[in-house]
């Protein structure tokens, strides 16, 4: 069973009296999200580096974007590494498995947390909650954050693909992982000695093959869950969610039975194109040569 926190269960004097020198990485893969990640990198560097120093950096991991993401970011006091430019024998397009595999390479700390880019009410406590456990205590290697979704304003509409897809499929095929609140939440995060050995499913297949295989790596009552509060982000339309569904449902069932659901399918719809769904893995960083040499 994992074991259940709350952000406001973490004062600044917890945090700063049990860091010791350990190092805390924020990581941020972003694809065209221009539009919020200046607020969220300005936000996290005044009140977690300037004010209270517990992030070692904010590093933002550009995903192909093409708008000025990148610019901005950096514009903000974020250090910004190119998703295209990192590890490309292994992984060379777009996806966010993809990026938040490559900024785990491209990061320096002993903590990663990872922070999803669209995010309109963004507030410390996402990175303090998150981070919480893993500095106050020793044995937590990894977390996960839930939150209230909200959708047009409505609580507890938002989370479509969670309830209709992640959450039935995990009791049918994986109930141990049902506990997760919010399987697809993009905040979560760990030790470093932990990720370093999970494969990072391409695109959005990814939270869903991170459960999947952390028990595999790790003893599930050292894996947290924190609320974090109100979760507002932008929702997809029914296209963008039928494609993040199948990502979805091709990573877990690929696990399940890979002969009848390979890595590499195609989401077919009337009237409009065929979409190539991919749920390959990124390796584990601690097998790929580059990263050891570093």
Known sequence: MTRLFAHGDFSA??????????????????????????????LAREELIEKLPLLHEILVMDDHSEDNTAAVARDEGAQVASAEDLLAAYAS??????????????????????CDADIRNFGVQFIIGLVGPLICHADITFVKGYYERTLDGRPGAGGRVTELVARPLFSLFRPELSEFIQPLGGEYGGRRSTLEQLPFTHGYGVETGLLCDLPDVVDMSTVAQVDLG??????????????????????????VVPKEVPAQTTLSRPNKPDVSIDVQSCPPMNTVPEYLNR
């Open 93 to 114: 397009g777009p996806g966010k498995g993809q990026a938040m595999w490559k900024s785990l390479y491209a990061s320096e700390g002993d903590l990663i947390i990872w």
């Open 230 to 255: 109100t979760r507002v982000h932008r929702n997809r339309d029914l296209d963008g969610l039928g494609i993040q569904a199948q990502q979805v449902m091709a990573t877990l069932l690929h696990r």
């Open 13 to 42: 004097d917890d945090l700063l009296n049990c860091v010791g020198p350990q190092k805390v990485s924020l990581c941020i893969p972003a694809r065209n999200e221009a539009e919020t990640i200046g607020s969220i990198v300005s």
